[in-house]
């Protein structure tokens, strides 16, 4: 349960060397403060007992304003207590400013859990994170649909999780890969709740609750002999699906290039026979040498375009300097491709559902299976961390451990 004090912040002196007094409310989590808006000298706090010395000419008004304050602190902690809330910090400062509304914008707090993720997912998109706020909208639209713009807190347990998921699977058919995605973000944002001391720990479903498993499509690449097939292959030229089959070769030759990264390539990012360009995602600077096979892409390409990128992707016709715009386009044309690239599978007879992604994949899983080093993947991929790197080639362990079992009993 939360303790309530008054502090002096010291660190927080004004042009006049005066502190701050705060009102201190800490749990075993964390600690919140209130001011009081009163500014006092250091020489005039009594650090032991909480309060203003005598010396101070204001001494009883401050030392009563104190008091007043703790005491509406300390009924809310008694009440919060009594109704069986959350008695944490920040439960007790939310519970005050409630308090000290004025009555005409005075509400209760808010119990659906709607207007956190609202808020949540709106705080995505003003900090530009655009491609996570689509993700988050999207999943959100299904589970507003589904409870009708209203989800108290205390209606989330694991039998409305188990049944949203039967919904999921009924009404929009999804596979098992999306519905986990889909609960990948409520999850999440559940959990900023419980942060946030907006649901209780103990009552999180999640601990009990999770959706099925199904095949993942992120555990899929393709062999060098697909990768074969696919270049092999008579397309139409200048057509879409051409174009398509270039931006997934040039991916794979070039270190698994994300598609986002791809389509805003300019011809500036080549340089005497090298990519460099940003990494959209980690803001990681990548140089590599270009393959020649990337090279032989690049030179069906003219160097004159008038936009300055390096392949025709995004439509040049919209106001891509909108970074709004530019994130839609992105996206869409990454769907489009994927599209297209399912067409190439198919007239290439490979069982696999290709996805533009599947290029970084099966870039890795080739430098794996040729005996690079960890180190020198997770350079090649631009991860910042080498455990990410170690969760990424997790995927494709089970081939490596095949080939070893059966040179073992072969």
């Not at 944490?88 to 914008?105: C, G, I, R, W």
């Not at 500036?268 to 980690?282: A, C, E, F, P, Q």
């Amino acid at each position: 349960m939360a303790q309530i004090s008054a502090t002096l912040a010291k660190h927080k002196k004004n042009n006049k060397g005066h502190c701050p007094i705060y009102l201190r409310i800490s749990d075993s989590r964390s600690t919140k403060y209130i001011s009081i808006k009163e500014s006092i000298s250091e020489s005039h706090w009594n650090e032991n007992k909480s309060s203003v010395r005598k010396s101070h000419p204001r001494e009883d008004e401050l030392n009563n304003l104190i008091q007043q304050k703790l005491s509406i602190l300390q009924s809310i902690l008694t009440r919060l207590k009594t109704e069986e809330k959350l008695c944490t910090s920040l439960a007790v400062k939310k519970a005050y400013q409630q308090y000290h509304q004025p009555k005409n914008q005075k509400n209760e707090l808010s119990n659906n859990f709607f207007d956190f993720s609202d808020k949540t997912i709106q705080n995505l998109e003003k900090k530009k994170k655009f491609f996570t706020h689509r993700r988050y909208k999207s999943a959100f639209k299904k589970l507003k649909a589904y409870c009708d713009d209203n989800l108290p807190y205390d209606q989330i347990t694991v039998g409305f999780l188990r049944e949203y998921e039967t919904h999921l699977i009924q009404k929009y058919k999804n596979s098992p890969v999306t519905i986990q995605s889909n609960f990948k973000v409520i999850r999440s944002i559940l959990y900023k709740a419980i942060d946030e001391d907006e649901f209780p720990q103990e009552k999180n479903p999640f601990f009990k609750f999770s959706p099925a498993k199904g095949s993942s499509e992120s555990n899929k690449k393709l062999s060098l002999d697909e990768i074969q097939k696919i270049e092999n292959l008579e397309l139409k030229e200048r057509s879409l699906i051409w174009n398509t089959r270039n931006y997934f070769l040039f991916s794979f030759y070039s270190a698994g290039i994300r598609f986002s990264d791809l389509a805003k390539m300019k011809i500036d990012n080549v340089k005497n026979g090298r990519l460099i360009y940003k990494m959209s995602k980690t803001g990681t600077t990548k140089n590599i040498k270009l393959m020649p096979q990337a090279l032989k892409i690049l030179d069906q390409y003219p160097e004159d375009n008038p936009y300055g990128f390096l392949f025709p992707v995004l439509d040049v016709s919209k106001d891509l300097s909108d970074t709004m715009i530019l994130h839609s386009d992105i996206s869409s044309k990454n769907a489009l491709i994927n599209k297209n690239l399912k067409k190439i599978a198919s007239s290439a007879e490979i069982q696999t559902k290709i996805s533009f992604h599947m290029a970084r994949h099966s870039f890795a899983d080739l430098a794996r299976t040729q005996g690079w080093s960890i180190y020198d993947i997770s350079k090649a991929l631009g991860h910042k961390n080498i455990k990410v790197t170690e969760r990424y080639l997790k995927k494709f362990d089970s081939d490596g451990l095949d080939s070893k079992m059966d040179s073992l009993f072969s």
